[in-house]
């Protein structure tokens, strides 16, 4: 899944594709490059992110969706808003990316509605407040019991099952430690039967880690993208197409001898 993220303050790339003509580019490089799908984000979810308003998310998105109807992989868009969910379906995304796992009022529906996949992701809090001491007693368990609960609610709202796809929210809300915890025991979450997306992809644990920028954790990036794709998750939320697909290969080879 390639990122392209349509906004002035995104914590990696933040503005570089705000422009419509920009994003779009960007999104068919990233096919080029490998990108299984592309995943349009018109509202930052970096920790202290100030709310959008709706009108302003539609600004940005709609004419990189509309200019994204020729691509040859699926469009995903990133977004917590039920009124967003419904235009950007209406122009023809394929999945909704729900960092709020479909909380809103209307969310559910607005998915339910159409034929479209899902992906759940569990964040602690609110971009604006996440990262604000978050604490767990046993956070693998604890992300997998709201993991639980949300598929339910997306099935008993009449999403079907192979809709859905799960996501335990790598950096949102979470220490260095817990993302390191969930990364090491990702397989727990097999038993939910849904296909699990990780994304790690320059996040501030590789940057604690390394010590290096957010523009230079693509070692870093691919490790863990590594790491969480042989400890089961299916979907890898990456800048960096190209370079992680390479490292695939060899894993792929690897794995196959």
Partial sequence: ?????????????????LDPTAAIAHAYQLIEEGADLVDVGAESSRPGAAVVTVHEELRRLLPVLQGLRDATVPVSVDTIKPEVMRAALA???????????LRAPGALAAVAGADAAVCLMHMHGTPDSMQQHPRYDDVVAEVKAFLQERVRAARDAGIAPERIAIDPGFGFGKTLEHNLELLRHLRAFDALGAPLLAGWSRKSSLGKLTGKPAGDRLAASIAAALIAAQNGARILRVHDVAATRDALSVLAAVEKT
Wanted: aromatic share 8%; glycine share 14%; net charge negative.
């Fill in 1 to 17: 899944m390639g990122v392209v993220n349509v906004t002035p303050d995104s914590f990696s790339d933040g503005g570089r594709f």
């Fill in 91 to 101: 122009e023809g995304a394929s999945m909704i990316n729900a960092i709020n796992a």
